[in-house]
């Protein structure tokens, strides 16, 4: 399952070689919410791996971007205790316009227009 959050990216941070075959790249989000009159800001950390590091790479701190990622979580045991990890991976990043909304507007997707029908017909209008 998939998720998105939309926010101004307000650290990237090096990419970092885990092992010989795996490397990680984390960036952070800044939103923002208006709960009955009163703003609140949670700061999201995500990460990128392989070969998704470059993701933050065309985006500039103080962008405003859309994040579209997958939770995933670990389970390890150390010393007999049982411990839990939840990572957000991100998978792509979109610029999102000043102001706007991030998913398009519908004239982007009904741009044609209606043709008049003839009463009783089953034509499309194209």
Known sequence: ?????????????????????????????????????????????????????????????GDTVKVLFNIKGSKWNKDGKDNYITNLDAWRMEAVALGGNAAPSESSYFDMPAGEMNEGSDDLPF
């Open 1 to 61: 399952m998939s998720y998105e959050l939309i926010g101004k990216l307000i650290a990237k941070y090096d990419t970092v070689q885990r092992k010989e075959t795996f490397k990680t790249r984390e960036f952070v989000i800044e939103k923002s919410d208006d709960i009955n009159g009163k703003t609140i800001t949670n700061y999201v950390k995500f990460q990128c791996v392989q070969d998704r590091t470059s993701l933050p790479d065309r985006f500039n701190l």
